[in-house]
């Protein structure tokens, strides 16, 4: 069967936009979490990690018209998929391959709809955006918003893994030859809905997270979107692209422990990343990083450690959880972490776990602390897991 | 290597966990269509219900049927489509934030307003493992659902699927689109829907869950030989679609027994319909099954069902006729069954059955 | 306190759904978590809600939770101390 390469991505998150963005402030050590600015909640004391762009700033850059209606979820999808398309060198109208969107997302348009709420129900004034509230709604527009001729749309919503899970449907659909050249990710920004609802659940931390720390209390929701463009490698050989990376295995497994909470010797997360081992004929020894889900929730973290120590023993592999840096984006963080993953492969970094201090007594090991420059990087595996337990990893590849 | 649709069972307008509507469907007798619910009390126990919504209920029970008339303990996949989840949650968590403030808000409902709350709920009760996963695509979100699982039989990655489709329909949801146009504001005879000279359908709501898997036995429903999605395809494109599917499954036109289509009886809608039959079905008889299921965005899982019941039971019913004098002439036993869906002739599916 | 203990009852059946159940189907000093009323993590954070909401309590972190619960009897002694209206 072809190797699966990935030829583009996209990114908008905390950190900004694009991957140059990124990767600079992953050097610098600069963390996007803060104050909200553009969310208006009344939870103001709760950091996130916000995308530094307002809905106006970012139509004025996608060239959106200030009438038009769209959602802030497809705003940050727009961004995301432009950049991933530019990258891949896909021109916009070229008919001559077959393309997919595969989107991953969770609230969708609640961000309008929290808004507009009374309106939907006693005015005519805001009716537009009731179309605009489902998941579904949100691809589409992402979809609208670039002129290339997808041939196929869908969209995954299994809550924090829905990105990841798109690139594990698109890599399928290649594999069968089912389109050419998928357009996986996903997008969600920050609602008063989705912020509440972690708070209701009680585990967001009202200081920056400390993923992997002792004393950690918590995540800091974010928002953001990423998309990777994937294609068969002959079809990128025959584009002649520059190949990033490929994707050499994933896996998805569930938990089926618990609504919300992962079980605490982390199966689910355990039979994912073994999935995805075993489909890239690797051993855990030749895992190089790993972008860990590592949310700051103290169930998460130590769920997740016991998973990894169960996958690698006493030889674990450096460890980082970069949502010290964007917050929590949900849906997108699949794709913003296999974003970051890919730009730590091919750029030849392993970008820190910030707010590091103090070990977990029952792990092992203790996360990349400073940003490690120059290390060559032959295959980064990164997790994503889901309330629910959808649990699953990927595993990127350089290029033999 | 064929793939194979064990058993289905649904909770919708029809009677539920049944095949009644074969033989008595129940007629639509308003546009805004209420489930008929079964007895949940022997499927769930009042301490595991007291936290679920209806939807989720729905869904745990037609699994459980499913699995018990495919004889399977453990699905090696469950993958669910919804358009728009756990509506009944997700508004009240909304109704709190709002009117609340923000504060003093009941996690349940957020905890329960997550898509994927259903195929989780339904691993967690079986202790599955396996591959996990929620499709919410509006209009084609079953049929998301359905070509994941197709997709990775076909690669031998998994031999059992479990595949559903779940969407309810609240009172503000429904207000919410009738704004937009999604519902009749009439009750409409069988025969008006059929003229579909008017915007909107009936709505109804759906629970719907079949098994997939690689054994033929006695029981199995009928063989999923292939699907195919795609967006905005215009006529031409659709009508090369149809071609490749048929090509690719050497089948030529006239061996296709009847094309399934989810006419609503909403013009702008079956206009869509209409278009295919006059250029690419022209002596296909056309079923329809929205009329006695309802319009919701989970119901594209029932033209599939519909076609998989009449391919097991080798007859179609005189009411999924959508032109009656299609009905009378029809004498064989079907063998091969196209189901075609759109969603706002955007998002496009078509699914090929056979006996 | 009789009074209190009564009141949470209800307000424990009401806000978990525990459908069927009657005040006097819960002993005030039985554990509600485990083996008692086998009542889990998402239950607690029911529970946080209705004391912020009823009596004005407001829990900073779920594990403060654990010791207040530990049966309707001792959270009725909490609230009791704690309550702002």
Redesign the interface.
């Known amino acids: 069967m072809s190797r699966i390469v990935v030829t583009g991505l996209g990114i908008i998150s905390a950190l900004g936009m694009g991957a140059d963005d990124t990767y600079a402030r992953l050097l610098e050590g600069r963390s996007g979490i803060g104050k909200m600015k553009y969310l208006k909640s009344k939870h103001t004391d709760l950091p996130v990690g916000e995308v530094p762009f307002s809905d106006e700033e970012l139509r004025e850059i996608l060239f959106i018209k200030e009438d038009a209606s769209i959602t802030r979820t497809s705003l940050l999808g727009a961004a995301a998929l432009r950049e991933a398309l530019a990258s891949a060198s896909l021109l916009p109208r070229d008919r001559s391959w077959k393309m997919a969107f595969i989107s991953g997302t969770t609230v969708g348009g609640m961000e309008k709809s929290e808004q507009y709420y009374y309106d939907f129900l006693h005015t005519r004034d805001r009716d537009e955006y009731i179309a605009l509230h489902d998941c579904g709604a949100c691809t589409d527009m992402i979809g609208q918003a670039n002129p290339y001729g997808f041939e196929m749309m869908t969209t995954i919503s299994t809550a924090c893994s829905s990105a990841a899970n798109a690139i594990i449907l698109g890599a399928n659909m290649l594999k069968l030859n089912r389109t050419d050249i998928v357009v996986v990710g996903g997008t969600e920004c920050l609602s008063k809905f989705h912020l509440d609802g972690f708070n209701s659940l009680m585990i967001l931390d009202h200081e920056p997270c400390r993923p992997f720390d002792k004393n950690r209390n918590g995540l800091n929701l974010g928002e953001g979107a990423a998309y990777l463009v994937m294609e068969r490698e002959e079809t990128a050989r025959q584009r002649g692209v520059n190949l990033l990376c490929q994707l050499s295995g994933y896996g998805n497994r569930c938990d089926a422990f618990h609504q919300t909470a992962s079980s605490p010797e982390g199966e689910g997360a355990y039979q994912s990343m073994m999935e995805a081992l075993a489909m890239a004929g690797l051993q855990p020894s030749d895992i190089d990083y790993v972008n860990a889900h590592g949310t700051g929730t103290p169930n998460n973290d130590e769920s997740e450690g016991h998973a990894m120590m169960r996958v690698f023993g006493d030889h674990m592999p450096p460890v980082s959880s970069t949502k010290s840096y964007t917050g929590h984006t949900t849906s997108a963080s699949g794709g913003v972490e296999a974003a970051i993953s890919i730009l730590a492969l091919i750029r030849s970094f392993i970008p820190a776990n910030l707010n590091f201090s103090e070990k977990i007594d029952s792990l092992n090991f203790t996360p990349v602390t400073e940003v490690k420059q120059e290390v060559e990087l032959q295959h980064v595996l990164t997790n994503s897991f889901g309330f629910g337990g959808n649990d699953s990893s990927c595993i990127f590849s350089k290029i033999s | 290597m064929s793939i194979y649709i064990q058993s289905a069972s649904h909770i919708s307008i029809q009677k539920p966990l049944s095949e009644e509507w074969m033989e008595m469907p129940i007629i639509p007798d308003s546009f805004f269509m209420k489930s008929e619910e079964p007895d949940y009390k022997p499927f769930i126990s009042?301490?595991e219900?007291?936290?679920m919504g209806t939807l989720v209920k729905r869904a745990l029970v037609t699994s459980a049927d499913a699995l018990r008339k495919g004889d399977c303990e453990m699905p090696d996949a469950?993958i669910s489509g919804?358009?728009?989840?756990c509506v009944e949650h997700t508004e009240k968590?909304?109704n709190a934030?709002?009117d609340n403030?923000?504060?003093?808000?009941?996690?349940?409902s957020?905890?329960q307003?997550?898509?994927?709350?259903i195929?989780?709920?339904i691993?967690?009760r079986?202790?599955?493992?396996?591959?996990?996963?929620?499709?919410?695509?509006?209009g084609?979100?079953f049929d998301?659902a359905l070509?994941?699982a197709f997709?990775?039989l076909?690669?031998g990655?998994i031999g059992t699927a479990l595949v559903g489709a779940h969407d309810e329909m609240t009172p503000?949801y429904f207000?919410?689109?009738s704004?937009?146009g999604y519902w009749k504001t009439n009750f409409y005879t069988l025969e008006q829907l059929r003229k579909g000279e008017e915007g909107g359908a009936i709505s109804g709501s759906c629970s719907l869950s079949m098994l997939l898997s690689m054994q033929k036995k006695d029981t199995t429903l009928c063989e999923l030989k292939d699907m195919e999605?795609?967006?905005r395809p215009g006529i031409l494109q659709s009508r090369h679609a149809i071609n490749d599917i048929l090509l690719r499954n050497k089948l030529p036109l006239s061996e296709i027994d009847a094309v399934v289509m989810g006419l609503s009886g909403d013009q702008d809608n079956d206009d869509v319909y209409h278009e295919l039959r006059k250029h690419v079905f022209q002596n296909t008889p056309m079923l329809w099954y929205k009329q006695i299921f309802g319009e919701s965005?989970s119901a594209s899982s029932f033209g599939v069902y519909v076609g998989a019941v009449c391919l097991h039971e080798g007859r179609i019913p005189y009411h999924l006729f959508f032109n009656p004098d299609e009905a009378d002439n029809f004498q064989k036993e079907p063998k091969n069954i196209l189901v075609y869906n759109h969603f706002h002739d955007?998002?496009h599916s078509i699914v090929l059955l056979t006996k | 306190m009789e009074n209190l203990i009564e009141e949470l009852k209800k307000e424990i059946i009401e806000v978990l759904n525990l459908e069927g159940m009657t005040p006097a189907d819960i002993d005030e000093n039985a554990p509600l978590f485990g083996e008692g009323l086998g009542l889990d993590s998402i239950d607690a954070l029911e529970l946080i809600v209705l004391m912020e909401k009823n009596y004005g309590i407001k829990l900073q972190n779920a594990n403060e939770g654990k010791e207040i619960f530990k049966s309707v009897k001792v959270m009725a002694e909490y609230i009791n101390a704690h309550r702002t209206k």
């Open positions: 009042p301490m219900a007291r936290r469950i919804t358009g728009l989840g968590f909304l934030v709002i403030d923000e504060e003093c808000l009941p996690p349940t957020f905890m307003s997550t898509h994927n709350t195929s989780s709920q691993a967690l079986l202790k599955c493992h396996g591959y996990n996963s929620t499709y919410s695509h509006r084609t979100s998301s070509f994941d997709m990775q076909s690669l990655k503000d207000l919410m689109l704004k937009l999605m795609f967006y965005f955007r998002d």
